[in-house]
């Protein structure tokens, strides 16, 4: 059986991803590498545990000994390399973590498939954002030519990791390929992202903090859409190649909190007009990108994806997972999140 690591397998997009993978390819060994940080949850695994083509290893990619030990004691014939701090919010306040886990980490797992992995027959696939571009204005869209330009720490730091794929790519002849995705919503994100974090504040009466004037743009694509992306670049996607994923469909953050208060009054059984008088807008982001708006032709007409669900009904599905789900939100809100919150929060 072929091993395949799939790094961050704990985590929001990994664990749909460890999920699709288990699933459709029975032929193959995952195993989900994760160090469990405040983002991964093995909860959100449970379905595949006890899988006999699962396996879960619980280590810190930046332990360059311990990934050394794992890639050397087995033959790895690819990697899907989720692993990352990814709150950019997080990357303001410590930029540090961002390097060692999203820049060295990356390297130490590239060092080590490069010395062990199956590298005549695998790949080393990195998963990456769209962040790494910057920002647009009004017009435009990001396509896989438009030149890298990160603007926080958080995508200076993928931006970075992407380079070195690319450099072990051109100067190793790794097999690798990058995909550049826009934000993603669905089940199991950690309620530090926009929209758990609303629907959670939304649930407990809490004011729902909207940066600056609440007008930046961002593109959404549903989270399982991404993960079927991922699949289907891994196995068909062309080595030293990068494929931009996004969801054609950009919303005004104050546009999307509006319609998710809409939503959440309807389910909740509140007024009209209800939820929506929580908003309350802040001090805005520092450094905060304007738009993000992504150009996915290139996978779409090479390798023929297209987003499979329409934002109405998988934001539906997505607040319906997060309200049937009260104890999961309950148990990843409570502890150092109330730390978090306050420190990101209080005095904003
Ligand atoms: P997440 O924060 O929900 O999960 C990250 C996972 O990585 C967690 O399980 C965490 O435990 C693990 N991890 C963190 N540091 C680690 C370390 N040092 N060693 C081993 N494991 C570690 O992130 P996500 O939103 O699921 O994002 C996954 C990947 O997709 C990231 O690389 C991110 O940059 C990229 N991405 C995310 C989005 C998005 O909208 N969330 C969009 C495009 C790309
Ligand atoms: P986020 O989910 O953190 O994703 P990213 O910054 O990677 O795009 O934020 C999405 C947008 O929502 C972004 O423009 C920042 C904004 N935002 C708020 O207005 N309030 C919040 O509490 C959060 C977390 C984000």
Redesign the pocket.
């Known amino acids: 059986m072929k091993n395949i690591i799939i790094?961050?397998?704990?985590?929001?997009?990994?664990?749909h991803v460890v999920r699709r993978m288990v699933a459709n390819h029975p032929d193959l060994h995952i195993i989900n590498?994760?160090?469990?940080?405040?983002?991964?949850?093995l909860e959100n695994l449970k379905d595949v545990e006890g899988k006999s083509n699962y396996e879960f290893v619980k280590?810190?990619?930046?332990?360059g000994a311990s990934v050394e030990a794992l890639f050397s004691s087995r033959k790895i014939h690819g990697v899907i390399?989720?692993?990352?701090?990814?709150?950019v919010d997080r990357s303001i306040t410590n930029p540090l973590d961002f390097v060692?886990?999203?820049v060295v980490?990356t390297v130490i797992l590239l060092n080590a498939y490069k010395a062990y992995g199956d590298t005549e027959n695998g790949r080393f696939y990195h998963?990456?954002?769209?962040?790494v571009y910057g920002t647009l204005g009004d017009e435009g869209k990001f396509t896989e030519t438009t030149p890298y330009d990160p603007n926080s720490p958080?995508s200076a730091s993928?931006a970075s990791s992407d380079h070195f794929v690319r450099a072990y790519h051109e100067t190793y002849k790794l097999p690798i390929v990058i995909s550049?995705?826009?934000?993603?919503?669905g089940s199991h994100?950690?309620p530090e992202?926009l929209i758990p974090l609303m629907i959670h504040n939304i649930t407990h009466n809490k004011p729902l903090p909207v940066y600056g004037k609440g007008e930046n743009i961002r593109d959404w694509?549903w989270?399982e859409d991404?993960a079927r992306a991922i699949e289907l670049i891994y196995f068909k996607g062309v080595n030293g190649e990068t494929y931009n994923?996004g969801g054609n469909n950009e919303w005004k953050n104050i546009d999307l909190v509006h319609k998710l208060c809409e939503i959440m009054d309807r389910k909740l059984g509140r007024e009209p007009g209800e939820s929506a008088q929580l908003i309350t807008y802040v001090t805005d982001r520092k450094g905060h990108d304007f738009r993000y708006a992504i150009d996915a032709s290139k996978l779409e007409n090479e390798l023929g994806w297209t987003p499979s669900v329409a934002f109405d009904q998988g934001f539906e599905k997505t607040i319906d997972w997060y309200l049937e789900n009260t104890e999961w939100l309950g148990r990843v809100t409570s502890g150092a999140y109330a730390d978090y919150y306050s420190a990101m929060y209080a005095n904003r």
């Open positions: 790094t961050g397998g704990a985590g929001f997009i990994g664990s590498v994760d160090a469990l940080t405040y983002a991964g949850n280590l810190d990619i930046t332990d390399h989720l692993a990352a701090e990814s709150h060692m886990t999203n980490g998963v990456s954002t769209d962040e958080y993928k550049n995705c826009s934000n993603n919503y994100q950690f992202k694509l989270v991404h994923i």
